[in-house]
């Protein structure tokens, strides 16, 4: 499979999302818009994830699966635990990743989950179904029950319940045999669960019907995205192409601004000092790249 441009462009917009959604509140419009950011780009994320994930990778030992991701995701994450515990003064619970922070245990998380359907053989389409059933159940009752119920332990519910969006893409890269699903079957699928979910979100209804709406809306979306994506592979949008590449470090640092300029500031000089600091994030991430110290503690590299 040839490099695909198209794929870093949205990992870019979708970053860009997370930083619009991580600044939004107050007003109603501004809530709207924040919930709907919610309602897709992580799960969208996963989707797109679990794609760039060849099989190959998990036919290895799984000493040397640790050690590639000990190198690409461990170290960056280790680093930015230390220094935003040092910011918030104490230590951050690893069962619930403080704000951002939980992307990582829980990609990791779902590498070792597809590791193990590998490693014993299971069948990925029996798998979509029962994470499917799964996130299903959770979303509708224990992602609210969880720290109540003597769940606890179990960590974070994202932990869980985004598999089957990780597993959804990497199936469509490794198992599907082509992007042949019927797009009038498809549309009607994503119109009628995207109208679900917010006239349920409007009644402030958090349901089973509601969490399969969720699901079917997400999968309905990561599946029409691979497919745009297949089609035209070669979109480039010069820095949006730039952020999705260095999508791992700007996720993790994004932050900072915020948590400096929300002491300081309220109203649009809260919202533009942000703007401002995140941009200079971005511009410090892409400056850095190709340091050693960029390559080891930011991206993740091995080398």
Not at 57 to 62: A, D, I, N, Q
Not at 142 to 171: H, N, P, Q, W
């Amino acid at each position: 499979m040839k490099y695909n441009h198209t794929l870093d462009a949205a990992k870019g917009i979708l970053i860009l999302l997370v930083i619009l959604g991580h600044i939004l509140s107050g007003g109603e419009l501004t809530g709207y818009i924040k919930y709907t950011i919610y309602t897709f780009h992580m799960p969208l994320f996963f989707g797109i994830s679990g794609f760039m994930l060849k099989k190959e990778l998990f036919f290895v030992p799984f000493t040397d699966l640790a050690k590639k991701y000990f190198h690409r995701l461990i170290i960056p994450f280790i680093f930015a635990y230390v220094v935003y515990s040092l910011m918030e003064g104490r230590l951050l619970d690893p069962l619930y990743p403080w704000f951002h922070l939980w992307f990582i245990p829980a990609f990791l998380l779902f590498i070792l989950y597809l590791y193990i359907i590998e490693y014993l053989k299971i069948n990925i389409l029996l798998m979509l179904l029962i994470s499917f059933t799964f996130s299903i159940l959770w979303t509708g009752y224990y992602s609210f029950k969880a720290e109540t119920d003597g769940l606890y332990f179990m960590g974070d519910k994202r932990f869980y319940y985004d598999f089957v969006f990780l597993l959804f893409g990497y199936y469509l890269r490794n198992y599907a045999k082509s992007f042949n699903l019927n797009w009038l079957i498809l549309s009607i699928l994503f119109v009628c669960s995207a109208v679900d979910i917010f006239i349920l979100n409007s009644k402030a209804e958090i349901s089973f019907l509601y969490s399969a709406s969720w699901a079917v809306f997400n999968l309905s979306l990561i599946y029409i995205t691979l497919q745009l994506a297949h089609v035209f592979p070669s979109i480039k949008l010069s820095l949006i192409n730039q952020i999705g590449q260095a999508s791992l470090p700007i996720y993790l640092w994004h932050i900072v601004p915020l948590l400096i300029v929300q002491e300081i500031f309220t109203g649009y000089f809260y919202l533009l000092s942000y703007l401002v600091g995140v941009t200079v994030i971005i511009g410090i991430v892409l400056r850095l790249r190709e340091t050693k110290f960029g390559k080891v503690i930011l991206f993740g590299s091995e080398k």
